[in-house]
């Protein structure tokens, strides 16, 4: 019996890998727009907040910054791959030196991905002045929603790619494993981004393994500290190791970050896109000159 279910989970895992090592783009897209689809009509069914906006011209500005991501990704597709058939080839990834199972390596290289691709690049977009000017514009949404997981402006987006082609590298991360990775980055973002409401016995629960709504709303509360915490993207591990996972309670949230609350500064493509190029205005608190 032992036997039968290990035997089934190795084949559950190879099945896993093959689709993600040649996923097609047709199916990408599915996950990103039908995930986005998926909470968008939750979102309808049990909100988090009854927001007194637009949804449809919210989606529109955030779906626009969603298309800039893809082409970014796009234009980069071609270095992830190479940089990590070079690593693996090399044998200098952390995973070419693990000699485990499928199921542990494919943990693992998730939480390594996770950590330097998403948690320590997003942490140096608050600590950075420069890249924070791009960042703050994820953050001046002040309704967050699904579609608001997607809102970067292309420069940010350029700079998260360097860092995830960094991660590949120092990884050693085969192309399933990267593709993998950004599929669950993305339902996972949409997810903790969503205005749901879940019961709060298991947010709380969620929270001790991945970033649950909840535990990222925090994150996009107006002001300082709380704006400088709960960092995560798929995992709540790392907020938790390095000190920066905060609780606030849902109903003590307000959406936006201080220096952009209003509507024509946060809810014009226009601005948004010229943002970081416009003089520059530190939050409340911030350390920044």
Known sequence: MAQHLFTL?????????????????????????????????????????????????????????????????????????????????????????????????????????????????????????????????????????????????????VFRLFFTVIAVGIIGAPIWLVMMYQSASVVLSQFNHANIRLPLWLDKTLSWVIVSPNMHKVHHHYVQPYTDSNYGNIFSIWDRIFGTYTTLAPEKITYGIDTHMLPEENNRVGNLFTIPFQPYRAPKGSKFN
């Open 9 to 157: 989970k190795q084949n559950c895992m190879q099945s896993l890998v093959l689709y993600f090592e040649t996923i097609p783009a047709l199916h990408r897209s599915l996950i990103l727009f039908g995930g986005m689809l998926f909470f968008y009509l939750i979102e309808y069914a049990a909100p988090l907040f009854n927001f007194n906006y637009r949804k449809l011209q919210h989606a529109g500005i955030n779906l626009l910054f969603t298309l800039t991501t893809i082409i970014i990704n796009f234009l980069f597709a071609f270095t992830i791959v190479k940089i990590g058939d070079w690593s693996i080839q090399q044998h200098i990834g952390i995973l070419t030196f693990l000699n485990i199972n499928l199921l542990w390596y494919t943990i693992i290289g998730l939480l390594l991905l996770d950590l330097i691709g998403a948690y320590t690049v997003h942490y140096v977009e608050h600590k950075i002045k420069w890249m924070w000017r791009f960042h703050l514009i994820h953050h001046s949404d002040t309704h967050i929603d699904t579609t608001s997981a997607n809102r970067h402006h292309p420069g940010e987006s």
